[in-house]
């Protein structure tokens, strides 16, 4: 049975992520966090003269593109050593997380936007309303690594709201 959640006055109490900071948010609400956009998942490349830092359109190995959800989030760690685990300091100082990533939105104090599971309700809305790699991202399996330059993007529009 779900527990009742207090009303006091009439007023609905505001969402954790409007009142808790990212250290203060419990495991579960960590992950809900995620809207599932799989747009973390696309490799960049940096160039070594400059650090630029610039993004493709090829998703990691693991990347379910259909789901936009790693395949493997459990060992995720151990099949891609060089994925990122994302922490309060990584959301804070990573430079390329996307302006739409749930995570940034609510450290920027930005709340969370309509397509955002966690406001729709829906986890369909974040590709319904274009945020996600669905249909946008391949697969990074079978392309040579000195090929990657060929899927570079100016950029993936934002869709912000
Ligand atoms: S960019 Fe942010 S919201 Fe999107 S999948 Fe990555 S962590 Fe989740
Ligand atoms: S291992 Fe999973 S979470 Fe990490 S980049 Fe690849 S698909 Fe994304």
Excluded at 19 to 36: I, N, Q, R, V, Y
Aim: hydrophobic share 35%.
């Amino acid at each position: 049975m779900r527990e009742r959640v207090k009303i006091k006055d009439g007023v609905e109490p505001k969402p954790f992520w409007e009142t808790k900071t990212l250290e203060e948010m419990t495991a579960a609400e960590w992950e809900s966090l995620c809207d599932g956009c799989g747009r973390c998942c696309l490799n960049k490349l940096e160039d070594e003269d400059t650090g630029e830092i610039v993004l493709t359109r090829l998703a990691c190995a693991l990347l379910d593109i259909g789901k936009c959800r790693c395949s493997d989030y459990a060992n995720r760690f151990d099949k891609m050593p060089d994925c990122i685990n994302l922490t309060p300091e990584k959301v804070r100082t990573l430079k390329w997380l996307p302006a739409t990533c749930g995570y940034r939105r609510v450290k920027e104090g930005r709340g969370l936007a309509w397509w955002h599971p966690l406001i729709s309700g829906d986890p369909e809305t974040v590709h319904q309303a274009g945020i996600s790699v669905r249909g946008f991202a391949r697969s990074e399996k079978g392309v040579r690594a000195d090929n990657f330059v060929r899927y570079i993007i100016s950029d993936f529009e934002d869709g912000e709201s």
